[in-house]
């Protein structure tokens, strides 16, 4: 087109020039979980090596306390020794742990569909987290959680692409009775998402009935550990340097049922450990590295993540800091270490401590999210949804932290370099033709490639967004969020199981 053409003529073209870029949005997310990370090495290499070198002299020459009888005998057995009292473990006995370790494995679902390997430099995002409070949707003010909101979260997160696996994400603090609450959370996460899911176990006498519920709902004794799609959120190391007997013993009964283990090593900086971050993760290595022994002790390989999640302390007060810069660097480190080991990573991100749906949540989220993510971790826990330093969950934050997330796996991905992205010919068409690249077929490839479209950040003209009424994102991200939860009503158990279920176990949802 000229600039001789009528204006009318001009206008047309670039409504149809328009009209054909949206018509290209891509139903298929150009940039899906999974994608590969380990762009971001906040560590040397040296760094790295000091720390593990580091740790292995922690476990060879300090050891761990109150190791229960059942786990020291054992790791005796396998070559550990006693030093005043404490389980040490020689850096040979721990090298050849890790050597023989599960490097990589299926989380299952019980949709096949939404199954993914663990391993490798693979980045998903999910859920964790035991929040006691709901920022509720309609007063914005935080309550106690219910069962009720354990069952909406569930159900809510069902729908996001980028929740990779969900983890009860609060604490049905209306259920006093301990044995009702781990049944009733096992049972939410049932009816509400085919997703890969976690939990965790009070006492190692909740696991076998709750595993029997599993079966039930699959279909038979036995067919949990065919395919095992719910893994154990346990911490069996309490910081500083000693086991947690009742920890222990849950892990024991799991591994009896097939249960695959998240290992959570959970210190807190200057308060249980160093308030280095080198020393810290020095610390937290060597303790994530005792659970790993105290699994492979009992069965080599036996699948694990293993999760080592520095936290932080605001040093000035005591308190938790779930966001800043410090907690996203040392997850990110924490990533970076067990890569190096070739183990299953779990670390935490976007634990933000802000209390409401606001620029504070949304800069604390990002940051951590992007380091957890470029640094490679293959489980990124806290991704979604949590509030106020983990005492709060939030509806909104749910669907906003989804689109987040689409947003850190475009950057994960990168950029390819191939013939066909270098563009030559269509730089060649444009500067030889109308002098732009709208509407045309190598930008059309691209918009379908390249790009991910955010559904609800606002992308408007100040005139067109004043014209919409002024929305603000957290109004757009309750009205999403009500929209599912009035839309989705999930119910993935059969009425036969649903029955069985409830005539063995006191169902409260």
């Known amino acids: 087109m000229t600039r001789d053409e009528p204006r009318g003529l001009r206008r047309a073209g670039r409504k149809a020039r328009v009209a054909s870029r949206a018509a290209a ?13 380990g762009q971001y090495r906040p560590l040397t290499d040296a760094g790295v090596r000091a720390i593990y070198d580091t740790a292995l002299r922690l476990l060879n020459e300090l050891g761990m306390g109150e190791a229960p009888a059942v786990l020291a005998n054992r790791c005796i057995e396998k070559g550990a020794y006693l030093r005043d009292g404490r389980l ?3 850096r040979a006995m721990v090298e050849d742990i890790v050597a023989g370790a599960a490097k990589s494995f299926v989380f299952h679902a ?28 309609d007063t914005g003010r935080y309550r106690p959680s219910t069962l009720r909101d354990l069952y909406d979260f569930t159900r809510l997160q069902d729908t996001l692409a980028n929740v990779s ?7 049905a603090t209306d259920l006093p009775d301990n044995f009702d609450l781990d049944v009733n959370t096992a049972y939410a996460l049932l009816l509400g998402t085919t997703k890969p899911v976690a939990t965790s176990f009070t006492v190692a006498a909740h696991v076998d009935p709750i595993v029997d519920m599993f079966d039930i709902a699959l279909g038979g004794e036995g067919r949990f550990r065919e395919t095992p799609f719910c893994k154990a959120h346990i911490s069996p190391v309490i910081s500083p340097m000693r086991y947690g007997e009742d920890a222990v013993e849950v892990t024991l009964a799991c591994m009896k049922r097939g249960v695959p283990l998240s290992c959570i090593t959970a210190a807190q ?9 080198a020393g810290f993760l020095a610390q937290s290595l060597a ?6 022994v105290m699994v492979n002790v009992f069965e080599p390989g036996y699948p694990m993540i293993f999760s080592n999640w520095p936290l932080v302390i605001d040093l000035r007060t005591g308190a938790f800091a779930g966001g800043g810069g410090e907690i996203s660097v040392m997850n990110a480190a924490s990533a ?7 183990l299953p990573s779990g670390v935490a991100c976007s634990m933000s401590d802000a209390k409401a749906v606001d620029a504070q949540m949304g800069s604390e989220k990002a940051m951590s999210a992007l380091a957890a993510g470029l640094a490679g971790a293959n489980m990124i826990y806290e991704s979604s949804g949590m509030m106020a330093s983990l005492l709060g969950a939030s509806f909104e934050a749910f669907v906003l932290d989804d689109e987040m997330l689409g947003h850190v796996y475009r950057a994960i991905r990168g950029i390819e370099v191939d013939e066909e992205t270098l563009g030559y010919g269509a730089i060649r068409e444009a500067v030889l033709g109308e002098g732009h690249f709208l509407g045309g077929a190598h930008t059309l490839a691209a918009m379908q490639r390249d790009y991910f479209y955010p559904a609800l950040a606002d992308r408007d003209a100040p005139v067109t967004w004043d014209e919409k009424g002024a929305p603000d994102i957290r109004a757009r991200a309750r009205e999403k969020a009500r929209e599912i939860l009035a839309s989705h009503h999930p119910d993935y158990l059969s009425a ?5 279920i409830r005539e063995r176990f006191n169902i409260l949802l």
């Open 25 to 37: 949005v891509p139903e298929v997310n150009p940039c899906p979980p999974g994608q590969r990370g």
């Open 88 to 90: 040490c473990f020689p």
């Open 269 to 277: 900086s200057g308060a249980t450990a160093p308030a280095t971050p």
């Open 110 to 137: 019980r949709d096949p569909n939404r199954s993914f390997e663990l391993g490798g430099d693979r980045v998903h995002y999910g859920t964790g987290g035991a929040a006691v409070l709901t920022l509720d949707l």
């Open 336 to 342: 970076q270490v067990s890569n190096f080991l070739g």
């Open 287 to 292: 303790e994530t590295l005792a659970s790993l």
């Open 165 to 171: 696996w969900f983890t009860r994400c609060c604490v």
């Open 496 to 500: 036969t199981a649903d029955r069985a």
